[in-house]
């Protein structure tokens, strides 16, 4: 076993080397600092390196097709957009208001148009008078519009692009204007795509303002809630193909209150009532991590991070979840463990056969390159790489609990080495992002869009893990594949 080790970290270090070789120098020694192979650290067992040594968050290289987005995805697309009963203006040229629309998946109760706005697009539709005049007064227009047109919204968020940090529209001044003009929050968020090297600051940026704009001012009021021994907060999960509820499920099924999930299926309520609750559970670190820090920090609420993805980690979640609440939680936690135990086994039983030691690439954003390993793992299935669009070093770090010696590890990877990766290790499934999908299948190799579940899921939880065994089996198992050769394969 260990000789077959060491051959995978000789041959993905030497793929590294051929992918990187066709780059000039320059591009080559920064993209070198972006990749590597995970390998033990003999001073801290347990503990691999190239993870957290991989350099990342830093900009991408000029002319190397990236695939990350920017700073307003980060803030609409993921952390506001979500929050169902508010309206969120996209400030600026209808481009990236379209690109905004309805595209996660973000599953959510209620009546669209009525008391829910999720899959509503608002824009101010800048147009060239826009730029040269400013876009201020017609930022207010929208404000009183929408408010007539949609009376029962609890809020309106304020989601700048590019243009506006440009020339300088004064969104702030505009939110406090109308917030006192009708009465309810009105949260402006400078989250220009030019902002930062990716997605990421959107949500550091969209963290910051849920902080000053809606817990802090809320937790100021008179009137707060009163908080319960085991109440709790689901952070971080957006509720993509129903994930959230699932999770929801388990946690009140051990005995545990959910007072708000935000912000997939939330409500500005929920938010603003955050710093009550006992434990604040973050599902993804990377997208919500500020805001927990913040409410440990002034409010005094913990937080931990817990992964639903697959039985192992979902029965390790349960129970660290558990240790921080009495005997009476533990014990139901280690019910509802025993309880789902046969539906796991029903799982592994129909999908393990199918699917043992069938390999996988990741490339995703957020939690998912980590966080699904073990769901892999628990059916059989070996991890060949992984990497983020837009993860920090911290992120690398818990990539080390989670993969084995010799994978692959990419960071920010391009449009050809990502190709180039696959070409070489020819993995049985690919999981990754809509823009990666078609290149991928067309190389005659199976596929899953792991950023919304290729319109599956849910994926989290006892239920969510059949049916993402289900989905894994239906890609790699199609008899699709063996009916074409690749372009490479066929005779001239």
């Not at 404000?143 to 529209?169: A, K, M, Y």
């Not at 939880?461 to 993402?468: L, S, V």
Request: net charge negative.
């Amino acid at each position: 076993m260990a000789k077959d080790i060491n051959s995978t970290v000789e041959q993905h270090e030497q793929l590294i080397e051929e992918v990187l070789a066709a780059y000039p120098e320059k591009a080559r020694k920064k993209r070198a600092k972006h990749l590597g192979v995970a390998q033990p650290v003999a001073e801290e067992p347990g503990i691999l390196s190239k993870c957290d040594t991989v350099k990342s968050n830093i900009k991408s290289v000029p002319g190397v097709m990236t695939i990350r987005g920017c700073s307003y995805a980060g803030s609409k697309g993921v952390v506001w957009g979500p929050v169902k009963d508010m309206l969120h203006i996209s400030h600026g040229p209808v481009g990236c208001g379209h690109y905004s629309w309805s595209q996660r998946r973000n599953y959510y109760t209620g009546t669209t148009g009525v008391d829910s706005f999720v899959t509503m697009q608002v824009t101010t539709d800048f147009q060239e008078n826009d730029i040269v005049f400013g876009g201020d007064k017609k930022l207010e227009k929208a404000i009183d519009e929408l408010n007539t047109l949609f009376p029962l919204n609890n809020g309106i968020s304020i989601q700048s692009e590019c243009p506006i940090g440009l020339i300088g529209d004064d969104i702030e001044a505009v939110s406090r204007k109308k917030k006192k003009d009708i009465g309810k929050t009105i949260v402006p968020v400078r989250c220009e795509g030019f902002r930062g090297v990716s997605q990421s600051l959107g949500h550091h940026i969209a963290n910051d303002t849920l902080r000053d704009w809606v817990i802090d001012p809320a937790m100021q009021a008179e009137t707060r809630r009163e908080a319960g021994p085991y109440d709790v907060n689901v952070i971080g999960d957006y509720n993509i193909g129903g994930d959230a509820w699932s999770s929801r499920i388990l946690l009140e099924e051990i005995g545990l209150n959910v007072i708000g999930n935000w912000s997939g299926d939330a409500t500005l309520a929920e938010i603003e009532a955050a710093p009550t609750a006992k434990l604040n559970l973050i599902h993804c670190y990377r997208s919500m991590s500020y805001i927990c820090r913040h409410m440990e920090e002034k409010y005094g609420v913990q937080w931990m991070e817990y992964n639903f993805f697959g039985p192992s980690q979902i029965a390790l979640s349960l129970r660290a979840i558990a240790a921080k609440f009495d005997e009476t939680i533990q014990a139901r936690a280690e019910a509802v463990i025993a309880k789902y135990q046969p539906l796991v086994d029903a799982v592994n039983a129909k999908y393990r056969p199918r699917l043992e030691g069938k390999t996988v690439m990741l490339y995703v954003g957020g939690l998912r390159p980590r966080h699904v390993v073990d769901a892999y793992h628990d059916l059989g299935m070996v991890i060949a790489g992984t990497g983020y669009e837009f993860a920090h070093a911290d992120d690398y770090k818990r990539t080390g609990h989670y993969i084995k010696e010799g994978t692959l590890i990419y960071d920010d990877v391009s449009g050809y080495e990502l190709e180039k990766f696959i070409e070489r290790i020819r993995p049985d499934l690919v999981g990754s992002g809509i823009k990666e999908k078609y290149p991928v299948q067309k190389m005659g190799i199976p596929f899953r869009q792991m950023h919304s579940w290729d319109y599956s899921g849910p994926y989290h939880g006892y239920d969510g893990y059949a049916i993402f065994a289900r989905d894994m089996d239906l890609a790699i198992n199609n008899p699709v594949w063996g009916l074409f050769d690749a372009p490479w394969k066929k005779s001239a």
